[in-house]
């Protein structure tokens, strides 16, 4: 699994998201948000949940999941709120001004917003420093989205 995993996250570097929409951080199979955790999750449980095809909705051209039927009508009601910064790319590389994939289990929430990076060694980093990676972080993703 580590193997097809360190394969499809090389695979993502090298088109660098051309094959996806560059809102949304999407899986390489199926237009997943979040790798198919279920964004509220985070905010309700304070843990990753893995969400159900069950419970899906489609939003900015993603499918995201749920874990249950409340928690996907919370997301319907304010999407913004529960869905990932940076389009769910990973917080640390946003701050450098790249989209990387991310490891949905690194996760922090930090004034009420849901932030994903990479791996336990990023994330680390980032939480060292998030005022200023967040702050830089938001101006890269401000730039990206303009260039559009």
């Known amino acids: 699994m580590n193997k097809i995993r360190l394969f499809c ?3 993502g570097c090298l ?3 051309s094959l996806f929409s560059e809102d949304i951080n999407k899986s390489f199979f199926g ?3 979040i790798e198919g ?3 509220v999750a985070y905010f309700t449980e304070g ?3 893995k969400g159900s095809s069950e419970f899906e ?3 900015e051209d993603a499918k995201w999941r749920f874990s249950s039927d409340k928690n996907k009508k919370l997301f319907m009601e304010q999407p913004k709120k529960y869905a990932p910064q940076f389009g769910g790319y990973c917080a640390f590389a946003m701050n450098l001004g790249k989209k990387y994939k991310i490891s949905p289990e ?3 929430i930090h004034n ?3 932030y994903l990076n990479f791996n336990s060694d990023v994330q680390e980093k980032w939480l060292k420093d998030k005022e200023s990676m967040i702050e830089n972080a938001n101006k890269n993703w401000e730039k990206l989205e303009k260039n559009k």
């Open 106 to 108: 690194y996760f922090a």
């Open 112 to 114: 009420g917003k849901l």
């Open 31 to 33: 237009n997943v948000a």
């Open 47 to 49: 843990r990753p949940v």
């Open 15 to 17: 088109v660098s998201g």
């Open 9 to 11: 996250f090389v695979i």
């Open 57 to 59: 909705f489609i939003w």
């Open 37 to 39: 955790y279920d964004p």
